[in-house]
Structures are given as C-alpha cells and as structure tokens.
C-alpha cells in the first residue's frame, strides 16, 4: 500500500514563503526507485506541473512559472520530498499536490498522467 501525505501549506502574503513537504509511506518505496513530483491546483483550473525531482536528485525540472523561486528536493532516507517556494504570487494560490512515478521511469515526468499515486493536497493561498 503506498500513502502520501503532504504538509505545510497555509495563508501567506505575497512575497513571503512557505516549505511543503510530502512524506511516503508503504512497502512499495522501502523496495523501489521512484520520482516525485508537485502538481498545483486552482479553482476552476486543470491540474498543473509544478516540479519534479529523480530518485537521485540529479534530474530536477519546473514549470516557467516558478523558475528561480519554487525549489524541489527530497531525503531519500526519510522518503519525503520537500517544495521550497519563495517571492509568493497570488496566482501561486492553489491545492498543491505531490505524486509519486514507480517505478522511476524515462520521461520529462511533467504530465499528471506520468504518475501513479498522488497524496490528498494542501492548500497554499497567498494573498496580496
């Protein structure tokens, strides 16, 4: 059984910062490589790529939007992956969810469909 639970999210002005992090549990990921991910949410809007990250940290990837401010990384002994996101926009404002591809495949791994298991969310609303 895989779980994954996201945390941190929170109201925030813009400018300001927030660290979300994605803790994995279950037999699968004590066995297996994967890549995780970040998708976002907003309202009325399609689920979109955020970051992702390799089982070795070497492959790191983000949508245009968040270049230079959002910053993945993860501990593979805590099996918890980490989005450092700093300059908060409002249209930052959204449920942020992390996924898990296991086994780590080849592939940009930007699509939500490249997944396949996904946590709960968090909301992260920044306001202006």
């Known amino acids: 059984q895989v779980q994954l639970v996201e945390s941190g999210g929170g109201l925030v002005q813009a400018g300001g910062s927030l660290r979300l992090s994605c803790a994995a549990s279950?037999?699968?990921?004590?066995?297996?490589?994967?890549?995780m991910g970040w998708f976002r949410q907003a309202p009325g809007k399609e689920r979109e790529f955020v970051a992702t990250?390799?089982?070795?940290?070497?492959?790191?990837d983000y949508a245009d939007s968040v270049k230079g401010r959002f910053s993945i990384s993860r501990d593979i002994a805590k099996k918890t992956v980490y989005l450092q996101m700093n300059s908060l926009k409002p249209e930052d404002t959204a449920v942020y969810y992390c996924?898990?591809?296991?086994?780590?495949?080849?592939?940009?791994?930007?699509?939500?469909?490249?997944?396949?298991?996904w946590g709960q969310g968090t909301q992260v609303t920044v306001s202006s």
């Open positions: 996924a898990a591809q296991i086994p780590e495949r080849p592939g940009p791994r930007s699509s939500p469909y490249e997944y396949d298991n």
């Open positions: 990250i390799s089982w070795s940290g070497s492959f790191t």
């Open positions: 279950g037999r699968t990921f004590s066995f297996s490589r994967y890549s």
